[in-house]
C-alpha cells in the first residue's frame, strides 16, 4: 500500500464505508492520515450512578434492567434502555442506532460514557458510548482520539482505518531539512502525524500540533505570496474618481457616518484612482457598518461605468444584502441582482444574460459567482464580505473574473494587527475602530440553568412590547443528527413555555436553502418573534427589531464566536439583551463568560480567552470561524502563525520545493 491509494484498499473498507469517507473529504490513504482528530478523551475510573451530576461527561458501570426498546418518532429512529447499579438507574436513548438491538442485551453488563442530563426528575444520557468492561478497562488513561465523523462511519472505524495505515506516517515527506527543523525546534512531520493519531501524552501531543500548525501556516504563507505575485502593482485598467459623487451618496445617508468609516471610504477611493489596482482589507467589528462602505465602493464603481460584485458565504445574507442594496440604489437607477446556490435554472440563465450584456450594475451572491458561466461585461469591483468564510482559491477566482478589478474584502474577525499583517500580507489594511453613535450598549448576563425559565418569561415580554429574540440552542454533541433533534425539542419547549400567541420557528444547518431563507426571511419581516436557531445565524444577518439574544451552553462556544452571536442584537434603537446560560456552572466556565459580561471589545475578549484557556484543552474553540486551516487557528496557535513568517522570510517558496500547498486546489467549503 501506499499513501496515494484509494482507501478501498484499506482491508474492511467497502464501497459504503468508502461513501461515508467521501463526505468527510477523504478519498486516499493519504487523506486519511491527513484527517485530524477533533478532541481527545481520557477514559476516567466509572462512578456510581448516585454521584453522577449532570452536565459532566462520566462513565457508569451498569446492568441493562429493561428490553431494548426501539421505536420512530418524527422520522427519527430511537432506542431506550433502562440501565441499574446498586446506587441508582438511568435512562439511555441513541438516535438513528436500530442496529443496537441485536448488541445490546437485558442482563448484560456495560461500561456507558456519556453526559448526563435531568429529564423530568430522572437522570438521563443521549448516546453514549458502550464498552465491555474488560475493553473499557485496557482503555483507561490512554488518550483516545475523536475524529470527524458523519452518518455511517464511527469513530471507531476510523480508528480501525488508521491503525491499518500507521505503517505508512513513516513514509511521510518533510520537506523541511533537518538543520533548520532543529533549529526551530520544530519535530519531523512523519512523528508529528503518528503523535496526532497515538499520543503518548500531553506534551508529545502539543508538540505535534505545533508543527502540523506550522506546516499549515507555511502553505498557506506560500499561496498567499503567489497571490501576492499576482496582485501587486497590477496597473489599475479601472480608474475610478468619483469622490464628489460619494461624497453626496454620503450625505443622504440617514445617518453621520463614524470616524472610521469616512476613513475607509476614502482609502478606498484613493486607492482605485490610483496607478494600481486596489487590494484592500476592511476590518471592523461586528455592527460597525461595514455594509454601507461596501456600498459607497460600489456606488463610485458603477458610476464610473463599470460593474460591480458582492460575494458572501450564505443565501440568508446574500438576499438580505440583496434587498437592502436594492433600496439604497434603487433613487440613482443602479440595477442590482442576486444570484445565489437555490436560484431557479431559468432565472440563473436571465441573470446571466444581463451581466453579459451590461444590464445589470451589481450582482450579489454566494460562492454562485464564481462559477464559470458567470461572465462580466465589464467588471471594475470586486467585494468580498465576511471573508475569513472563503477560501483563499475562491477569493482569488472571483477576483480573476474580470481583468484585474480592484478588490475588497471586509471582516469582522478581531486579530491583532501584526497577525492581520501576516495573514493579509496581499491586503492594504482599514480599521474600523469605532461603533456608530447613539447606539446602546448591550445588556449582558451570565446565568446559570436556574434562570432559564425567568430568561423564557423575559422574552416572552420583550415580544410583548414588539422586540423579536433568538435563541442559540445548546450544542450537545459532534453529531448533526443530535443537534437537530435538540433544536427540534427545544423548539417545543419554548413554544409550550411562552403560549401559543407568540410565534417561534426554528433554523438549522441540516434544512435546505429554500426553508431557510423562507424562515429568516419571515424573522426578519417580524413575522415570526422567536427564532431558535444553531449558529447557522453567526453572520451577518441584520435585524434591528431583535432585542434579545439568548445562547444555551454558552459554555462550549468560543468567546469570539459569542462576541460574534451577540452582535446580531443592539442593531437598532432599542435597548438589547444578552443571556449567556451557562449549563457547566465551574469556576473556569463562569470566569470565561464574566469576560464577556465585562467586555463589548471583540480584539479583548478573544485574547482573554486565549488567557483563560485550560492545560488540557489542545485545539482550543476555534475562534476564528476561519475555513482556510484544518488544525491551525490563528489564535491558538499565533506563535506558529509568527514562526512560520520569520522562516518564510528566511527560505521561501525553496523549502516547499515540488510540494503540494492546497489552498489553490481545493474547493473550501462554504456554508
Ligand atoms: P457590520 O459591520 O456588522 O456588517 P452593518 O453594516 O450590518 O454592520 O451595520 C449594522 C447597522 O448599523 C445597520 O443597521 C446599519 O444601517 C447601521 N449603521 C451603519 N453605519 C451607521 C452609522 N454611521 N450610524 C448609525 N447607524 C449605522
Ligand atoms: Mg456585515
Given at each position: 500500500m501506499n499513501l496515494n491509494d484509494d482507501i478501498t484498499t484499506i482491508k474492511g473498507i467497502g464501497d459504503k464505508t468508502a461513501a461515508a469517507f467521501k463526505r468527510i473529504k477523504v478519498a486516499t490513504v493519504n487523506d486519511l492520515i491527513h484527517t485530524f482528530p477533533r478532541n481527545y478523551l481520557t477514559y476516567d475510573e466509572a462512578v456510581?450512578?448516585?454521584?453522577t451530576r449532570p452536565g459532566e461527561r462520566t462513565a457508569v458501570m451498569a446492568v441493562i434492567s429493561s428490553y431494548v426498546d426501539t421505536r420512530t418518532v418524527r422520522s427519527l429512529k430511537l432506542t431506550n434502555i433502562t440501565v441499574k447499579d446498586s446506587t441508582g438507574t438511568l435512562k439511555i436513548t441513541w438516535f438513528n442506532s436500530p442496529f443496537l438491538k441485536n448488541v445490546l442485551h437485558k442482563g448484560d453488563t456495560y461500561v456507558f460514557v456519556g453526559?448526563?442530563?435531568?429529564?423530568?426528575?430522572?437522570?438521563?444520557?443521549?448516546?453514549?458510548?458502550?464498552?465491555?468492561?474488560?475493553?473499557?478497562?485496557?482503555?483507561r488513561r490512554v488518550m483516545q482520539p475523536v475524529y470527524p465523523l458523519t452518518q455511517g462511519l464511527s469513530n471507531k472505524t476510523v480508528m480501525k482505518a488508521i491503525g491499518s495505515v500507521r505503517s505508512l506516517m513513516g513514509q511521510i515527506h518533510d520537506y523541511m531539512p533537518d538543520e533548520i527543523r532543529s533549529k526551530y525546534g520544530l519535530e519531523t512531520l512523519s512523528a508529528a502525524y503518528e503523535t496526532v493519531h497515538y499520543p503518548e501524552n500531553e506534551e508529545a501531543l502539543r508538540n505535534a500540533i505545533k508543527r502540523l500548525a506550522f506546516d499549515e501556516f507555511y502553505k498557506f504563507l506560500a499561496d498567499m505570496g503567489r497571490l501576492r505575485v499576482e496582485n501587486i502593482k497590477q496597473e489599475n485598467i479601472h480608474k475610478i474618481v468619483q469622490g464628489k459623487a460619494v461624497a453626496e451618496f454620503v450625505e443622504a445617508l440617514p445617518y453621520k457616518l463614524t470616524k472610521g468609516q469616512a476613513e475607509a471610504i476614502d482609502d478606498i477611493l484613493k486607492d482605485m484612482g490610483s496607478e494600481n489596482v486596489m487590494n484592500r482589507l476592511v476590518q471592523g467589528d461586528v455592527g460597525s457598518g461595514k455594509t454601507v462602505v461596501a456600498e459607497a465602493a460600489l456606488f463610485a464603481c458603477v458610476r464610473?461605468?463599470?460593474?460591480?460584485?458582492?460575494?458572501?458565504?450564505?443565501?440568508v445574507l446574500a438576499k438580505q444584502h440583496f434587498e437592502e442594496l436594492s433600496n439604497t440604489f434603487l433613487p440613482y437607477g443602479i440595477k442590482v441582482e442576486c444570484l445565489v446556490g437555490s436560484t431557479s435554472l431559468k432565472e440563473k440563465r436571465r441573470i446571466y444574460e444581463n451581466i453579459r450584456h451590461g444590464l445589470t450594475d451589481i450582482v450579489i451572491g454566494t460562492h454562485a459567482l464564481i462559477e464559470d458561466k458567470v461572465e462580466y461585461s465589464n467588471l471594475g469591483l470586486v467585494v468580498t464580505d465576511e471573508q475569513h468564510r472563503f477560501g483563499v482559491e475562491q477569493r482569488r477566482k472571483l477576483a480573476n473574473k474580470g481583468t484585474f478589478p480592484h478588490v475588497l474584502v471586509m471582516s469582522a474577525t478581531p486579530i491583532p494587527r501584526t497577525l492581520a499583517i501576516i495573514m493579509y500580507a496581499d491586503l492594504d489594511i482599514s480599521v474600523i475602530s469605532q461603533l456608530p453613535k447613539g447606539r446602546k450598549p448591550i445588556k449582558n448576563c451570565v446565568v446559570g440553568t436556574g434562570y432559564r425559565q425567568t430568561a423564557h418569561k423575559f422574552i416572552a415580554s420583550q415580544v410583548a412590547e414588539g422586540g423579536q429574540a433568538y435563541v442559540i440552542c445548546p450544542m450537545v454533541s459532534e453529531s448533526d443528527a443530535l443537534d437537530v433533534t435538540n433544536v427540534t425539542d427545544y423548539t417545543d419547549t419554548l413554544k409550550q413555555a411562552l403560549g401559543?400567541?407568540?410565534?417561534?420557528?426554528?433554523?438549522?444547518?441540516?434544512?435546505?436553502?429554500?426553508?431557510?431563507?423562507?424562515?429568516?426571511?419571515s424573522f426578519l419581516k417580524g413575522d415570526i418573534d422567536v427564532l431558535v436557531s444553531t449558529t447557522v445565524i453567526e453572520v451577518g444577518i441584520n435585524n434591528p427589531n431583535a432585542t434579545v439574544m439568548m445562547v444555551e451552553n454558552a459554555e462550549r462556544f468560543g468567546l469570539a464566536q459569542l462576541h460574534q452571536l451577540r452582535g446580531r442584537v443592539g442593531r437598532g434603537k432599542k435597548q438589547s439583551y444578552c443571556i449567556f446560560i451557562d449549563g457547566k456552572e465551574s469556576k473556569e466556565s463562569q470566569e470565561r463568560l464574566k469576560v464577556l459580561e465585562n467586555s463589548n471589545d471583540g480584539f479583548f475578549i478573544a485574547n482573554e480567552d486565549l488567557k483563560l484557556r485550560g492545560p488540557g484543552d489542545f485545539f482550543g474553540i476555534r475562534q476564528s470561524g476561519d475555513v482556510l486551516f484544518t488544525l491551525a487557528d490563528i489564535y491558538n496557535h499565533a506563535d506558529m502563525l509568527k514562526l512560520a513568517q520569520e522562516v518564510w522570510s528566511k527560505y521561501g517558496i525553496t523549502l516547499l520545493d515540488g510540494e503540494e500547498t492546497g489552498h489553490f486546489t481545493d474547493n473550501s467549503t462554504v456554508l
Amino acid at each position: 500500500m501506499n499513501l496515494n491509494d484509494d482507501i478501498t484498499t484499506i482491508k474492511g473498507i467497502g464501497d459504503k464505508t468508502a461513501a461515508a469517507f467521501k463526505r468527510i473529504k477523504v478519498a486516499t490513504v493519504n487523506d486519511l492520515i491527513h484527517t485530524f482528530p477533533r478532541n481527545y478523551l481520557t477514559y476516567d475510573e466509572a462512578v456510581d450512578i448516585a454521584d453522577t451530576r449532570p452536565g459532566e461527561r462520566t462513565a457508569v458501570m451498569a446492568v441493562i434492567s429493561s428490553y431494548v426498546d426501539t421505536r420512530t418518532v418524527r422520522s427519527l429512529k430511537l432506542t431506550n434502555i433502562t440501565v441499574k447499579d446498586s446506587t441508582g438507574t438511568l435512562k439511555i436513548t441513541w438516535f438513528n442506532s436500530p442496529f443496537l438491538k441485536n448488541v445490546l442485551h437485558k442482563g448484560d453488563t456495560y461500561v456507558f460514557v456519556g453526559t448526563i442530563k435531568i429529564k423530568n426528575n430522572m437522570r438521563v444520557m443521549d448516546m453514549p458510548e458502550y464498552y465491555r468492561p474488560e475493553v473499557y478497562q485496557g482503555m483507561r488513561r490512554v488518550m483516545q482520539p475523536v475524529y470527524p465523523l458523519t452518518q455511517g462511519l464511527s469513530n471507531k472505524t476510523v480508528m480501525k482505518a488508521i491503525g491499518s495505515v500507521r505503517s505508512l506516517m513513516g513514509q511521510i515527506h518533510d520537506y523541511m531539512p533537518d538543520e533548520i527543523r532543529s533549529k526551530y525546534g520544530l519535530e519531523t512531520l512523519s512523528a508529528a502525524y503518528e503523535t496526532v493519531h497515538y499520543p503518548e501524552n500531553e506534551e508529545a501531543l502539543r508538540n505535534a500540533i505545533k508543527r502540523l500548525a506550522f506546516d499549515e501556516f507555511y502553505k498557506f504563507l506560500a499561496d498567499m505570496g503567489r497571490l501576492r505575485v499576482e496582485n501587486i502593482k497590477q496597473e489599475n485598467i479601472h480608474k475610478i474618481v468619483q469622490g464628489k459623487a460619494v461624497a453626496e451618496f454620503v450625505e443622504a445617508l440617514p445617518y453621520k457616518l463614524t470616524k472610521g468609516q469616512a476613513e475607509a471610504i476614502d482609502d478606498i477611493l484613493k486607492d482605485m484612482g490610483s496607478e494600481n489596482v486596489m487590494n484592500r482589507l476592511v476590518q471592523g467589528d461586528v455592527g460597525s457598518g461595514k455594509t454601507v462602505v461596501a456600498e459607497a465602493a460600489l456606488f463610485a464603481c458603477v458610476r464610473a461605468g463599470w460593474q460591480g460584485t458582492l460575494m458572501v458565504p450564505t443565501e440568508v445574507l446574500a438576499k438580505q444584502h440583496f434587498e437592502e442594496l436594492s433600496n439604497t440604489f434603487l433613487p440613482y437607477g443602479i440595477k442590482v441582482e442576486c444570484l445565489v446556490g437555490s436560484t431557479s435554472l431559468k432565472e440563473k440563465r436571465r441573470i446571466y444574460e444581463n451581466i453579459r450584456h451590461g444590464l445589470t450594475d451589481i450582482v450579489i451572491g454566494t460562492h454562485a459567482l464564481i462559477e464559470d458561466k458567470v461572465e462580466y461585461s465589464n467588471l471594475g469591483l470586486v467585494v468580498t464580505d465576511e471573508q475569513h468564510r472563503f477560501g483563499v482559491e475562491q477569493r482569488r477566482k472571483l477576483a480573476n473574473k474580470g481583468t484585474f478589478p480592484h478588490v475588497l474584502v471586509m471582516s469582522a474577525t478581531p486579530i491583532p494587527r501584526t497577525l492581520a499583517i501576516i495573514m493579509y500580507a496581499d491586503l492594504d489594511i482599514s480599521v474600523i475602530s469605532q461603533l456608530p453613535k447613539g447606539r446602546k450598549p448591550i445588556k449582558n448576563c451570565v446565568v446559570g440553568t436556574g434562570y432559564r425559565q425567568t430568561a423564557h418569561k423575559f422574552i416572552a415580554s420583550q415580544v410583548a412590547e414588539g422586540g423579536q429574540a433568538y435563541v442559540i440552542c445548546p450544542m450537545v454533541s459532534e453529531s448533526d443528527a443530535l443537534d437537530v433533534t435538540n433544536v427540534t425539542d427545544y423548539t417545543d419547549t419554548l413554544k409550550q413555555a411562552l403560549g401559543g400567541s407568540v410565534r417561534v420557528e426554528m433554523l438549522h444547518g441540516q434544512m435546505k436553502a429554500d426553508e431557510k431563507n423562507a424562515i429568516m426571511e419571515s424573522f426578519l419581516k417580524g413575522d415570526i418573534d422567536v427564532l431558535v436557531s444553531t449558529t447557522v445565524i453567526e453572520v451577518g444577518i441584520n435585524n434591528p427589531n431583535a432585542t434579545v439574544m439568548m445562547v444555551e451552553n454558552a459554555e462550549r462556544f468560543g468567546l469570539a464566536q459569542l462576541h460574534q452571536l451577540r452582535g446580531r442584537v443592539g442593531r437598532g434603537k432599542k435597548q438589547s439583551y444578552c443571556i449567556f446560560i451557562d449549563g457547566k456552572e465551574s469556576k473556569e466556565s463562569q470566569e470565561r463568560l464574566k469576560v464577556l459580561e465585562n467586555s463589548n471589545d471583540g480584539f479583548f475578549i478573544a485574547n482573554e480567552d486565549l488567557k483563560l484557556r485550560g492545560p488540557g484543552d489542545f485545539f482550543g474553540i476555534r475562534q476564528s470561524g476561519d475555513v482556510l486551516f484544518t488544525l491551525a487557528d490563528i489564535y491558538n496557535h499565533a506563535d506558529m502563525l509568527k514562526l512560520a513568517q520569520e522562516v518564510w522570510s528566511k527560505y521561501g517558496i525553496t523549502l516547499l520545493d515540488g510540494e503540494e500547498t492546497g489552498h489553490f486546489t481545493d474547493n473550501s467549503t462554504v456554508l
